[in-house]
């Protein structure tokens, strides 16, 4: 995956889960530079990307702002929901699952439920179990 690619999926992975929020000034690109030792122009190229999608706004001078979140889910909820998950973390990892092996497990069942959801709906969004015996 392309360096540039990267840095935009670590901004929105940060959105997702609370660390940035609307506001937020993103590291400027000589820092972002110096620490990961790229090309000012993959970076500038991030930049650029983010505020295409709607989530930085960049002003001159001053440098790149969070502008919208991604995150969907409040606070409160998230915090419960990374208590959830920290225990079946250690369930997996007590299980001898390592790093890979959770994350995989993880992405297989996302991938297997969004599947199943999005297979139950038809393209007028009425689940397909809904229409059966109407005449």
Known sequence: MP??????????????????????????????????????????KA????????LTVGRPGQGTFIEATLSQVALPELTKLRRSLTSWVATADAAGLDDDGIGALVASVVR????????????????????????
């Open 3 to 44: 360096t540039y690619l990267q840095l935009v999926q670590q901004v929105e992975h940060a959105l997702r889960i609370g660390y940035l929020s609307v506001g937020d000034q993103l590291p400027k690109v000589r820092d972002v530079v110096a620490s990961l030792a790229v090309n000012p122009n993959t970076v500038l």
């Open 47 to 54: 930049y650029r990307e983010l505020e295409n999608k709607g």
């Open 112 to 135: 297997d439920y969004r599947e199943r959801r999005d297979g139950s709906r038809t393209r007028d969004g009425v689940a397909d179990d809904e229409s059966e015996g109407v005449a």
